[in-house]
């Protein structure tokens, strides 16, 4: 096993060991939290090395085990499932560190945020659809249970609501798989590939339409985000941070993958349906944003609408439209992870911190948030042209709009006017408890922040990865898009 190789197993070998091994250990004690989080770093440092490997070398692969591939559980990293593993680790790393500080209170907790990553990084770098239908259990499974920490009444509900969706999520899922391998007799990604391609369009079309309803229900889009509301609302600032910014992912990381990569054709026939699809989203999701109070419930439905902005990207297609998908669905994850941890706490530093993230949501330079809505700029007018590039050129602009006017709202609410009169109950119940959180999770929020400014002042390195992943597709990675 060479040394890429042994790299490759670490983001999902460190953090499934540490999960099962501090199952047993009571981790409310801050001791097995700091071990957590140390796992999770551990499984970051070797993806940032992973990330520069795939983009100056190529795709790494594995075959676990020396077994025939189709047998063992196959790994293969490239620029695109590195990228969306690297952004998902981070924020998750950040969520237990803000446990860790604010004090964890589910002995089970550190243990089911390694699980979620161990899921995440599997299924962002297998080479096998079953394998991925196994990560993606895996971590849907942890995150079910997640959603009901700290046990609240509305926290369960949310749980059980996720745990349904869960469900149904995977059963639809699970039929595509199967019929992809009874119509190509294989569950590798670049077997399926290539045979999907020689089959008739009409068999292969149906069961693309399967697996891309399966994202669609995981990305939380219009009309299948029923259930987002009311669990990210329900959830801890911590678990939302990373159902939002990092378990989303799968949605987009999937659309990406199947549907660009191994099903491009049948991609190419639901353009239309994508692209009406995304601009529902971020028109409801804005709509609805701007006409609530709390500040996890506007960003619950920001999180419909900034979605939209993905689907738009990946229906343009090309080097642009799917360049643009993956930048915004890194930007994306980060501005989420920074805005649902810093609602979960106050302080001059966090409000700053919520201002960055609010206003990267809404676009606004010199946040990272800018670079997103100026790559789906790019690939409206260089990818369509005429009134519909125009048309979307507008959209993107009235969703930026919204998102402003919905950020503003909250920052004045939760922190230009952070105390209630008691003249105006009704009106005050949406404003936060004057506690501040630990300086420790303070500093953490607004260090991930920083983050988001120091990209969209520094974009290059987020710009040529995105590229790269963009490439990898574009150049074939399983069957590659026309």
Known sequence: MSAEQILL????????VLAVSLALLDGRRWW????AALGLAVSLVSLFVLAFIVVRDGPVTLVAGGWEEGVGIAFRADALGVTFALVSVTVILAAMLYEVFVGVRWRAFPSLVLFVAAGLS??????????????FEISMSASFILTGYREEDYQVRGAFIFAVVNLLGSVIFLIGIAALYTVTGSLDMQVIAERTALLETGSVLVIAAVIFAAFFLKLGLFPFHFWLPAVYVGSHASVAAILSGALANIGSYGLLRFGADLLPRELGIGTVVVMVLGAASIIYGALQAVSRRDASEVMAYSAIGQVGYILLALAIGGPVGYTAAVLYSVVNSLNKGVVFLAAGIRGPLVGAAFVIGAF????????????????????????QGGLVGAGLVLLVFLGGAFSFLYSFQIYQRKYVRPGSSGKH???DADLVPTKLGPPAARYLVFGLALVLLGLGLYPEPLVAVSQAAADVILSGGYGGAP
């Open 9 to 16: 197993t670490l983001p999902v070998g460190v953090t499934w």
């Open 32 to 35: 097995v939290g700091s071990i």
């Open 122 to 135: 599997g299924l962002f770098m297998t080479g096998d659809v079953f394998n991925f239908y196994v990560f």
């Open 360 to 383: 990267s949501i809404a676009g606004v330079p010199p946040a990272a948030g800018f670079l997103g809505k100026l790559a789906v700029f790019k690939a409206a007018i260089e990818g």
């Open 425 to 427: 109950p009704e009106r």
